[in-house]
């Protein structure tokens, strides 16, 4: 994603937000261009721009290059006119990169450690900064555009996705898949396979009718902190990845209830997808994840991407998965510390309760930047937030347990 969109999409709220507490400072004293960009080709860097219709784009070479190959979900097209049953389709994202094993990061790591408070010394020292290098490795990591990658698809036989464009990430639609019962899944599996060091990639197949979870990540079912650059550092860096306590139990109870699909939308930067992926098969119900269209090889791109223009970005990602499920019947969950509320409301009124059926939002208290003083939790930002969605639509909890009720009720609509 460019950077001058995400700053001219930025909302009053996230300016107000960001400066409170002193993003831009912060990013500014973080380690920039940490990968090698000037190792890659002329010819790649200027070919790149033509995306999916380069011509001078080569398949990645597996002794030097990888790829992450993203979850995705699979739908039947639905049109407003009678029509037969379309073919399964979904959009198959890959990220491309060179191989960066060992790459030198002592200095970013120093500066890390510093910032988020770990002592001068010591065995604490040692350990903090060895899993903040190992974590760092998804940053320095040098992207490869205009790349390919052959994938072995269940049905279809070998197919082949990409080149990536600018942010080495390519994004296509794959018709004809192989037919399959709502709710099932199939492995998307490089060739050769040693080419994914993160494992294959599952497309979720979703039906045009049922009900569609939309889920926020970052302090909605994941501690984040993301309201403080350092909270937000020490909890990617060096914090082991801590579900919200309570949110594991209300979504396993969702899903037996509803059978949902499960869409894990957060602005985060492809970069993170090693990272979060493991954390949501664990805590989580199987899902796609999406992130952000951007591999940032400087820190402060990265605080930018989760606190910068994220109420536009949420809401073109909605748009995109409405036109892929507008039959299904929507829950959408989020928190009060970026602008869930203000993507949510927006969205309700773009679509309707035909398509949005409950919209609840986590108000996060006790971390900085959130207490009931600021404007964030206060009444009538969610008020406003939600101007002309019906007040039995939202709801504001604190604790997941305030939401079985309200759950429960769902099973009739």
């Given at each position: 994603?460019?950077?001058?969109?995400?700053?001219?999409?930025e909302t009053s709220l996230e300016?107000?937000?960001?400066?409170?507490?002193?993003?831009?400072?912060?990013?500014?004293?973080?380690?920039?261009?940490?990968?090698?960009?000037?190792?890659?080709?002329?010819?790649?860097?200027?070919?790149?721009?033509?995306?999916?219709?380069?011509?001078?784009?080569?398949?990645?070479?597996?002794?030097?290059?990888?790829?992450?190959?993203?979850?995705?979900?699979?739908?039947?097209?639905?049109?407003?006119?009678?029509?037969?049953?379309?073919?399964?389709?979904?959009?198959?994202?890959?990220?491309?990169?060179?191989?960066?094993?060992?790459?030198?990061?002592?200095?970013?790591?120093?500066?890390?450690?510093?910032?988020?408070?770990?002592?001068?010394?010591?065995?604490?020292?040692?350990?903090?900064?060895?899993?903040?290098?190992?974590?760092?490795?998804?940053?320095?990591?040098?992207?490869?555009?205009?790349?390919?990658?052959?994938?072995?698809?269940?049905?279809?036989?070998?197919?082949?996705?990409?080149?990536?464009?600018?942010?080495?990430?390519?994004?296509?639609?794959?018709?004809?898949?192989?037919?399959?019962?709502?709710?099932?899944?199939?492995?998307?599996?490089?060739?050769?396979?040693?080419?994914?060091?993160?494992?294959?990639?599952?497309?979720?197949?979703?039906?045009?009718?049922?009900?569609?979870?939309?889920?926020?990540?970052?302090?909605?079912?994941?501690?984040?902190?993301?309201?403080?650059?350092?909270?937000?550092?020490?909890?990617?860096?060096?914090?082991?990845?801590?579900?919200?306590?309570?949110?594991?139990?209300?979504?396993?109870?969702?899903?037996?209830?509803?059978?949902?699909?499960?869409?894990?939308?957060?602005?985060?930067p492809y970069n993170l997808y090693?990272?979060?992926?493991?954390?949501?098969?664990?805590?989580?119900?199987?899902?796609?994840?999406?992130?952000?269209?951007?591999?940032?090889?400087?820190?402060?791109?990265?605080?930018?991407?989760?606190?910068?223009?994220?109420?536009?970005?949420?809401?073109?990602?909605?748009?995109?998965?409405?036109?892929?499920?507008?039959?299904?019947?929507?829950?959408?969950?989020?928190?009060?510390?970026?602008?869930?509320?203000?993507?949510?409301?927006?969205?309700?009124?773009?679509?309707?309760?035909?398509?949005?059926?409950?919209?609840?939002?986590?108000?996060?208290?006790?971390?900085?930047?959130?207490?009931?003083?600021?404007?964030?939790?206060?009444?009538?930002?969610?008020?406003?937030?939600?101007?002309?969605?019906?007040?039995?639509?939202?709801?504001?909890?604190?604790?997941?347990?305030?939401?079985?009720?309200?759950?429960?009720?769902?099973?009739?609509?």
């Amino acid at each position: 994603m460019d950077k001058s969109r995400q700053l001219l999409e930025e909302t009053s709220l996230e300016r107000t937000s960001r400066g409170d507490s002193n993003f831009s400072s912060v990013e500014r004293s973080l380690p920039h261009a940490m990968g090698a960009p000037f190792s890659i080709p002329l010819l790649d860097r200027a070919s790149s721009w033509l995306g999916l219709h380069n011509p001078l784009a080569h398949p990645l070479d597996p002794a030097t290059e990888e790829v992450w190959l993203l979850d995705n979900t699979a739908y039947r097209p639905v049109h407003f006119y009678p029509h037969a049953e379309q073919p399964w389709q979904a959009e198959y994202v890959v990220a491309y990169f060179k191989k960066n094993i060992g790459k030198d990061v002592s200095d970013a790591v120093a500066n890390i450690a510093d910032k988020i408070g770990l002592g001068n010394k010591g065995e604490d020292r040692a350990q903090g900064e060895k899993t903040i290098s190992e974590r760092l490795q998804l940053f320095v990591a040098t992207i490869a555009p205009a790349r390919t990658v052959d994938v072995r698809l269940p049905g279809l036989g070998t197919k082949r996705l990409g080149p990536g464009g600018r942010s080495a990430v390519s994004e296509q639609i794959v018709t004809n898949l192989s037919s399959q019962p709502d709710g099932a899944s199939i492995s998307i599996e490089a060739i050769p396979a040693e080419t994914t060091p993160h494992g294959h990639g599952t497309t979720h197949f979703a039906a045009p009718e049922g009900w569609l979870v939309i889920s926020d990540i970052d302090d909605s079912i994941k501690v984040t902190l993301t309201p403080s650059p350092i909270g937000i550092l020490r909890s990617t860096f060096l914090s082991t990845p801590t579900p919200i306590p309570g949110m594991p139990a209300l979504y396993t109870h969702l899903n037996a209830l509803l059978s949902p699909t499960w869409i894990y939308l957060s602005a985060s930067p492809y970069n993170l997808y090693p990272f979060l992926h493991p954390f949501l098969l664990t805590h989580y119900p199987p899902g796609t994840t999406l992130l952000r269209d951007a591999s940032w090889q400087d820190l402060g791109g990265f605080l930018a991407s989760l606190t910068q223009g994220t109420e536009a970005y949420k809401t073109s990602r909605i748009k995109h998965l409405h036109g892929m499920l507008p039959k299904r019947k929507v829950i959408c969950v989020g928190d009060s510390t970026q602008s869930d509320p203000e993507a949510y409301g927006d969205m309700y009124r773009v679509f309707g309760g035909g398509w949005i059926k409950r919209i609840f939002i986590r108000k996060v208290t006790g971390v900085e930047g959130m207490d009931d003083a600021g404007e964030k939790n206060q009444g009538e930002r969610f008020e406003r937030a939600f101007r002309g969605v019906p007040r039995g639509v939202w709801n504001v909890f604190e604790e997941p347990g305030e939401l079985y009720g309200e759950v429960e009720g769902l099973r009739g609509v």
